[in-house]
């Protein structure tokens, strides 16, 4: 796969980009797995908060040399402690971790390594804008075998498997669990003490 990585940029979602997320979601590959009304009143319900600041969670648009073709989100896991309770059992998740939620939307964007390339690029950003998250902590449901060996491609490794209340009523609830830890700081050459 060619390395794109050098053309993606995340950038904040906008209420403008609603309709565009709406079409996305009514897409089959990613209604699949996740499940969500498409009702314009529900994606602004479910999706202005990040933008309108009433929601902790973070969401950007995946853009390829300029042009969207797919989301990203982010959030720490305990600023949602209902939501993610049955993952902070299942899963060691220290206090500031974090957790992401992606689609690749374009359909002739699939297939293409721009998960993998994605995902890997957000968690560099991600690490750099919250300095203190010590990890990044993702349940996928196992049967989405695309996503989860993104994860692993990316550098994820898999940390647990269990059930978690599935988003779509297709599937089991099995979900593997994978983490990315902070990258240990590296010395500058000379700056050591001598």
């Known amino acids: 796969m060619p390395d794109l990585s050098d ?3 995340f950038r ?10 709406r079409r996305w979601l009514q897409l089959a590959h990613v209604e699949r797995y996740w499940a969500h ?10 999706f202005a908060g990040s933008f309108e600041g009433t929601e902790p969670s973070e969401d950007f648009i995946i853009e390829l040399d300029a042009e969207p073709i797919g989301f990203i989100q982010r959030c720490f896991i305990h600023d949602y ?17 974090l957790t992401i939620d992606y ?43 695309a996503s989860w060996s993104a994860l692993a491609s990316a550098g994820f490794r898999r940390i647990a498997t269990g059930y978690l209340t599935p988003d779509s009523p297709l599937d089991d609830g099995q979900h593997h669990v ?11 050459c000379g700056s050591a003490e001598r």
Not at 12 to 21: A, H, K, N
Not at 37 to 46: G, H, K, N, Q
Request: net charge negative; aromatic share 4%; no cysteine.
């Open 103 to 145: 689609f690749i939307g374009e359909p002739d964007m699939l297939g293409r390594g721009l998960a993998t390339q994605s995902i890997r690029a957000f968690s560099t950003e991600s690490f750099a804008a919250h300095s203190d998250a010590p990890a990044i902590i993702v349940p996928v449901i196992t049967g989405n075998t």
């Open 178 to 188: 994978y983490r990315l830890d902070r990258p240990p700081l590296t010395p500058r």
């Open 37 to 46: 009304d498409t009702s314009e009143v529900a994606v602004a319900r479910d």
């Open 81 to 97: 402690p209902v939501e993610h309770s049955e993952l902070i059992d299942l899963a060691v998740a220290p206090v500031r971790s």
């Open 7 to 9: 053309g993606l940029r």
């Open 12 to 21: 904040r979602t906008s209420r403008d980009d609603l309709p565009q997320i």
